[in-house]
C-alpha cells in the first residue's frame, strides 16, 4: 500500500512541479516512447546478459515482495514455534524412534499437516528435518549442529538476495543508458543541424528527455524496488534463524517449552507474540497432537 502511495507521491510531485513552473509536457509525451524503448529495452537487454534463468525468475516474483511484504506473518511464528515444540517434546518424550516418521515423511506427518503453510515452504521443511534427521544420527555436539546450520542458512540467504542485487545492478546501469540514448539524440540533432532554431531546440529537448529518463526511472523507482525487495528477504530470513536458535537450544538440553521461549526472543519485534500469547497457542494444541 505504501509502495503505491510512494509511486503516485513521486509522478506527483517530479511533473507536477515541472507543470507549475510552466514546462511543457509535449516534448515528453512526444519523446518519451522511442526514449523508454532504447533505455528500458536496454537495461532489459543487459540483465538478460548478466543473469541466470533462475535469478530472472526471481526477480519477476520478487516484485511481489515490493508490494505485498513479507510472506510471514506473525501468526506464521507462532505456528512454527508450535511445530517446532511438537518435534522438540516428541524427540524428548517419545524418543528417536517416535520422530523418524514424521521428519521421513512430513508432507504426510501429523505434526506438519497442522501447518501447511509451513509446509508449502521448500526450505523450512527441509532445513527442520535434515536438522533433527543429523540428530537422530547422533549428531549431539550443539556447536556442531549450529554450525552447520548456519552454513546453510548462509547460502540460502545469498541466494535469495542475488534477484534484489541483479535489480539494484539494473538501477545502477540506466543513467548510463539514459545517456546513451540522449547522445544517440545529439546526433541527430547534429545531423539536422541546418533546419531552423526551433526544429533543433525542440529535438535537442527529446534527446535530453533520455537522461532524464534514465535518472527518474533509476532513483525514483527501480532502485527503491530493489532496497524493498532486499528489506524483505532480510525480514524473512528470521523466519529460518528461529528454527535454528529452538533446535540448538532444544541440542543444549533445554526443556521444549523453554526452547521456544529462546526462539521467540529471536522473531522481529512487530510479529513477536508476548509470552502470554505463546504461551496460550501450545496450550491450545490438542493432547493428541502433543
Known amino acids: 500500500m505504501f509502495q503505491i502511495i510512494g509511486i503516485v507521491l513521486l509522478f506527483g510531485m517530479v511533473f507536477g512541479s515541472y507543470m507549475l513552473a510552466g514546462g511543457n509536457f509535449a516534448p515528453i509525451i512526444e519523446a518519451a516512447p522511442h526514449e523508454l524503448m532504447a533505455i528500458g529495452g536496454s537495461a532489459v537487454a543487459a540483465s538478460l546478459i548478466g543473469n541466470s534463468l533462475t535469478t530472472l525468475k526471481g526477480m519477476g516474483g520478487g516484485m511481489g515482495k515490493v508490494f505485498g511484504g513479507p510472506k510471514w ?109 540522449a547522445v544517440l539524440g545529439v546526433i541527430k540533432t547534429m545531423g539536422s543541424i541546418t533546419e531552423p532554431p526551433e526544429v533543433l531546440g525542440a529535438m535537442i529537448g527529446g534527446a535530453l528527455v533520455g537522461t532524464f529518463m534514465g535518472v527518474f526511472l533509476a532513483y525514483g523507482l527501480v532502485g527503491p524496488f530493489a532496497t524493498r525487495m532486499s528489506g524483505v528477504i532480510e525480514e524473512e530470513s528470521a523466519f529460518y534463524k528461529i528454527i535454528q536458535s529452538v533446535l540448538v537450544a532444544h541440542l543444549h538440553g533445554n526443556a521444549a517449552q523453554i526452547s521456544v521461549e529462546i526462539g521467540r526472543g529471536s522473531i522481529p519485534t512487530p510479529s513477536q507474540p508476548s509470552f502470554l500469547e505463546m504461551e496460550e497457542a501450545l496450550n491450545n494444541i490438542p493432547a493428541e497432537a502433543a
Open 73 to 181: 506473518k506473525a501468526s506464521d511464528y507462532r505456528d512454527l514455534l508450535s511445530l517446532l515444540f511438537l518435534l522438540t517434546k516428541t524427540m524428548k518424550s517419545k524418543g528417536v524412534i517416535a520422530l523418524e516418521s514424521h521428519i521421513e515423511k512430513p508432507h504426510d506427518s501429523s505434526i506438519f499437516k497442522r501447518f501447511p503453510k509451513i509446509v508449502k515452504d521448500h526450505f523450512a521443511v527441509d532445513f527442520i528435518c535434515d536438522t533433527l534427521r543429523m540428530m537422530t544420527m547422533n549428531l549431539e555436539d550443539p556447536h556442531q549442529v549450529e554450525d552447520a546450520m548456519e552454513k546453510q542458512l548462509e547460502k540460502h540467504h545469498h541466494e535469495a538476495l542475488h534477484p534484489a542485487h541483479a535489480l539494484q545492478n539494473m538501477a545502477d546501469a540506466l543513467p548510463a543508458l539514459g545517456i546513451v540514448a
